[in-house]
Every structure is written in C-alpha cells, then in structure tokens.
C-alpha cells in the first residue's frame, strides 16, 4: 500500500518567511510523528500525535515552529519566521497507534533557507 | 528511553553475512530493540524488532542476549543495497513514551 506522503520534497524560502510542509500518513494510522535532520547529524523529535490526545510538543525548537493534524489524518508543521539554522530534512513519520507498533517514515521535505 | 552504543563504522563483503553489534546496558523490562536503516536521501527505514526473543523477517535477523544488555542484527547475505547508515534503538512500550530516540548509528559498507 501507499506509504507515509510528504509534499514538497524540496523548498527553498527567504530568511524571514513562513512555510509550511505537509504530511499525509499511511491510511488508518492513527500515530503522527515530526523529526528533523539536519546535514550530516542524527534525527530531531520534534512533535508526536496520537489519536485525539494532545499533542507531545516537547521537541520543537522554538515557539516560531507549530504543527497541527487535521481530522485525524494530514499534518502540517508551519515554521514561521525561517532562520537559516531552519535549514534541515524534515520527516514525518507514522504508526497503527499500538505501543509497539513501528515507525513508517517519509522521504522528507529538504528545507534550504537561503 | 536507555541509551545504545554502536561502533562508528563498518565493511562488509558483498554476499557476506553482515553482524551489527548494539549495546543498551541499561535497557528496563518494557524497552524494545528496534533497528532502522537510513540509505542516503531517503526517510529511515524500519528493519525488525524485538523484546527477548529472536526475531527474523524477510529483510534481517535480530539475536538479543539472554540478559538483553546487547543485540546483534544479522543482514544475512549483503548487497551493494545494504550499505546505509544502521541504527540501533531501544523505544519504551508504556503509553506516551513511544516515540523513538536516534542515536548517530553505524555507517555499513558494503564492498564489491
């Protein structure tokens, strides 16, 4: 089946603007996960949904990062502001929700603040 | 989520079985094991997982010691494909702590 979905693949933005990046999860998953990477370094938790609980935020870098996740299903993380340290592979990731179950992740959307 | 510790790098033959050590000394009894791998300019890609026992599937082999301080997953017969950068991780199954912690992996290479 389709896997986890993230559009653009690539984006270039000023320094100062607002972006967002989009996620959409492998259909009946009910667990959303943010990361980052940057060039050359580990992945970033950023931010996790599941379900209708609220969302684990304790990942984001600064108050300029946000994302949200609409009816259960798409993710949009919105960076406001966009500092050229934003500059990253950011991933999405998603699972069935059970505890156990794993991480299903995207190919990402490369950020380049310029 | 208990920290694991993996060597930097390694080679492997092609057509050779390729043996990546883990550490996690500090596991607790409802910490998993679980791997991904990362090819270059692609998301991380989940491999297996386990608990104690060993686990096999399609892609790899996962062996965890009796005293689950360490594991080693086994890529039985390395392609060129397999070269990636493998990551060891121990994930907590209570609720709320599921989201997985990366640590910097090993870089395998797989040689011609």
């Known amino acids: 089946g389709a896997g986890v979905s993230q559009s653009p693949s690539n984006k270039v933005t000023e320094k100062g603007k607002d972006v967002e990046l989009r996620c959409d999860p492998i259909?009946?998953?009910?667990?959303l996960y943010w990361y980052r990477q940057s060039l050359g370094q580990g992945l970033e938790f950023l931010i996790y949904?599941?379900?209708?609980?609220?969302?684990?935020k304790s990942g984001l870098p600064s108050d300029r990062f946000s994302a949200e996740r609409t009816g259960g299903s798409v993710s949009t993380l919105t960076i406001q502001r966009t500092q050229q340290e934003d500059s990253a592979v950011y991933l999405c990731?998603?699972?069935?929700?059970?505890?156990?179950?794993?991480?299903?992740f995207g190919n990402g959307t490369r950020l380049t603040v310029t | 989520d208990a920290k694991t510790t993996q060597p930097t790098s390694m080679d492997c033959a092609e057509g050779r079985a390729a043996n990546l050590p883990c550490n996690h000394s500090?596991?607790?009894?409802?910490?998993?094991v679980y791997w991904y791998r990362q090819i270059h300019s692609q998301g991380p890609q989940y491999i297996i997982h386990?608990?104690?026992n060993n686990e096999t599937n399609e892609m790899a082999s996962l062996i965890i010691t009796e005293d689950r301080k360490s594991s080693t997953l086994i890529l039985p017969h390395a392609t060129l494909r397999d070269t990636a950068v493998y990551y060891c991780?121990?994930?907590?199954?209570?609720?709320?702590?599921?989201?997985?912690?990366f640590g910097t992996g090993t870089r395998l290479t797989i040689i011609p």
């Open positions: 990731a998603s699972s069935s929700g059970h505890r156990t179950s794993p991480l299903h």
């Open positions: 259909s009946g998953h009910t667990a």
């Open positions: 949904f599941q379900g209708n609980s609220a969302p684990d």
């Open positions: 500090t596991i607790s009894g409802n910490e998993y």
């Open positions: 386990g608990l104690k």
């Open positions: 991780i121990v994930r907590s199954s209570n609720f709320g702590n599921e989201k997985l912690t």
